[in-house]
Structure formats: structure tokens, C-alpha cells
């Protein structure tokens, strides 16, 4: 059955951050309660979701993603660096 014209305006009409701290405080005690295997587990749900990339596709983006860490890593290399010639 689809919804009606009132049913539409009350679902938009919603305390949306209301609905966002509710979510936040749910997920939170979700991860007090399991651990990091929810982060999985969330993972896992979200893929079963997603349509299947090809491929090449998911390669270029590990490959992407492997390229942004290296780029934070080598950002804090230097940052620490600095901070220790600054410390002499």
C-alpha cells in the first residue's frame, strides 16, 4: 500500500537530528557491548548491499586507497621529524 500525503509529510517533518543522536547513542552501545567485531559485522552488512564491482575496479580502488594512506603516512613521517629537530 503506498503511503499517504500525511504519512510523506510526518516522515519528513521528523526531528532528524533527534533521529541521528538516537542512531549514535544505539551504535555506540552496540560497540560497548561487542567490540570491535561490530565494525565487521557492519562491514559485511553494507557489502551484502552494495552491487559487486568488477574486478578491475576494485583494484583501482585498493590501489587508491593504498595510495592515500601512503601519502598520510609519509605526511606524519615528516611531521614527526620536524617536531624531534624542533625538540634539539
Do not use: C, N, Y
Amino acid at each position: 500500500m503506498p503511503a499517504t500525503r500525511e504519512q510523506v509529510l510526518e516522515f519528513l517533518s521528523r526531528d532528524w537530528a533527534a533521529v541521528r543522536r538516537a542512531k549514535d547513542v544505539g551504535v555506540a552501545r552496540l560497540i560497548r557491548r561487542t567490540g570491535v567485531r561490530v565494525a565487521f559485522e557492519l562491514e559485511a552488512g553494507l557489502l551484502a548491499l552494495l552491487p559487486p564491482r568488477p574486478a578491475a575496479a576494485a583494484a583501482q580502488a585498493r590501489a587508491a586507497d593504498l595510495a592515500a594512506h601512503r601519502a598520510l603516512k609519509e605526511k606524519l613521517t615528516r611531521a614527526s621529524a620536524r617536531r624531534r629537530a624542533a625538540a634539539r
